[in-house]
Structure formats: C-alpha cells, structure tokens
C-alpha cells in the first residue's frame, strides 16, 4: 500500500510541479526566490570540482548547469518529462545529461557518485526512508550529498498541513537533522539568512501565504462560499494589480543591488532561519 501511495504521490509530482523558469523577474519576490534556489548550487559547484554529481530533481537544469562548469561529470534527474525536456533544451553540454526517473528507484549501479545533491525535494517526497537509502546505495562511501528544504517552523502554525499543495511534508531542523541522521554518518546543519531587505521580503510572501491558507480553511467551513469570496477576490485582484506596477518599475535597481553574496548560512538560530541545508557523509 506505502508503495502504491508513494507511486501515486510521484505521478502527481511529475504532473504538477511547474518549472522553475528563472529567466525573468517580475517581481522582487521571483527574484528573491531565485537566489535562494542558486545558492546552495554555486556553493556546491565548488565542492563538486573534477568530481561525478548527481542532481537530484533537477526541474529544467539551471542548477545542474551551474555544478557542470566545475565537475567532471553530472547526471540531473527529474520525475516530469517537461523538466528534463526543458532541462535538455537549455543546458545539454558534454559533461551533463538529463535522465527522467520513476522517482523511486534510482537507475545506477552502487556507489557511482562522489555528490548528490537534492535540493528542495525531500518536501514532496511521501518515503523519504526508501530515497534515503537510493542515496546512500548510489553514493561512495564517503561521498557527500547535500539537502535543502524549506523550514517549517517559520511557515506552518503548529500541527498545521503545508500550504503549498505539492509538499508532503515540510521540516523543522530537528525533525530534517533526525530523518537524515538514520541513513549517514554524518550530518551537519546550517540555516539560510539574507541581509535584512531580502529577509524581509521573503517573510512577507510566507506570512501572506500562511494567512491566506488560514483563511481559505475558515471560508470552507462556512456556507455560500461564492457570494462571500467575490468581494474579497476583486479587492485582492486591483491590490495585486497595483503591487505589479509599483514591482515592475522597482526590479530592475533591485536585481542591481541584491545578489547571492547577501544570502548567507549559519549553524545557529536555526528555527528562524529562510531555509535549510544538511551536508551529509555517506
């Protein structure tokens, strides 16, 4: 039954998740999203030198083209055959190939890779024991593989469902440090933080999401929903619609000012962190 579930789960992951498109900005918050999805990458491009890399999940292969202008080898798997399309269309180099997954089993020998990294996956992933262990098989002994995964405690109230529809599951630091601390030797934390404009705006966008989920569960439990959310979506639409124009004439002096050098990782403070990273050892 957990198999079938996990199947089923897999199908609409391949179905439903979009791809990430970071190719233009409209807003500070797609911009914001896109350095935070960066980092962990060209941090790992370095450790990933002359090395084998498996990019697990790699959606349209922004990421897996990063590591593969330092390493020797990289593989990028995906579960939708619209990623690795994508992915094949953009960044098909000699040193990278694309290769679509049933998302349970991994299609390698044992241990082929010196590095798998796994970014901003492990939420959607319904068993998280059996991909662990995929990992493990897949990785040298001794061999490093990288999670990231955003951090629940700053974007769920207690006891509550992830509000993004596609996550499994979302993780507090303790709880990702625990599952990972099963299947490696060794497992070390870090928090992502930004400079206080960036964290401010990341906050933001979670802190309406997770208001707007709230909300969305208080107006399902009433009657005549359709007569008491018009209002409420027209007034949303103009605000929205005035937000654009105001981000529209700001972005481009945001996208100057802001990079990936003002995000930054600290093994402290972790429940109030943007974002999580486990660097593991096999």
């Given amino acids: ?5 996990a199947k089923d789960n897999i199908a609409l992951q391949a179905e439903k998740h979009e791809l ?3 190719r233009r900005f409209m807003t500070r918050e797609e911009y914001l999203l896109y350095l935070i ?4 990458y060209e941090d790992i491009s370095v450790l990933s030198a002359k090395k084998n890399v498996l990019d697990l999940g790699c959606n349209d292969g922004y990421g897996t ?5 330092r390493c020797n080898k990289i593989i990028g798997v995906d579960v939708s055959a619209k990623a690795i399309n994508a992915a094949k269309r953009y960044f098909g180099k000699t040193n990278i190939e694309f290769i679509l997954i049933d998302g349970y089993s991994l299609p390698f020998s044992n241990a082929v890779f010196d590095v798998v990294t796994c970014f901003q996956v492990i939420e959607h992933v319904l068993e998280t024991n059996h991909l662990m262990k995929e990992i493990s098989r897949v990785l040298k002994p001794g061999g490093c593989a990288v999670f990231t995964t955003p951090n629940s405690k700053i974007r769920l109230l207690e006891g509550m469902k992830p509000w993004n529809k596609l996550h499994v599951r979302e993780y507090s630091a303790c709880e990702f440090g625990s599952l990972l601390k099963n299947h490696f030797s060794s497992v070390s934390l870090e928090g992502l933080f930004a400079q206080p404009f960036l964290d401010n705006i990341e906050r933001s966008r979670i802190h309406r999401a997770l208001s707007a989920a709230k909300k969305s569960r208080a ?6 929903i359709l007569r008491r959310i018009m209002p409420v979506f027209i007034k949303n639409y103009l605000k929205y619609f005035r937000f654009m124009l105001k981000e529209r004439k700001e972005i ?8 990936r050098s003002d995000l930054f990782y600290l093994t402290e403070n972790l429940d109030d962190s943007l974002d999580l990273r486990a660097n593991c050892i096999n």
């Avoid at 999805?37 to 962990?40: A, G, I, R, S």
């Avoid at 083209?65 to 202008?69: D, L, P, Q, V």
């Fill in 1 to 5: 039954m957990k198999i079938l579930e």
């Fill in 65 to 69: 083209n990063i590591i593969g202008t």
């Fill in 219 to 224: 107006r399902n439990q009433k009657k005549n």
């Fill in 37 to 40: 999805h960066k980092k962990p």
């Fill in 20 to 22: 990430v498109r970071f």
């Fill in 252 to 259: 481009g002096k945001i996208i100057q000012t802001y990079s």
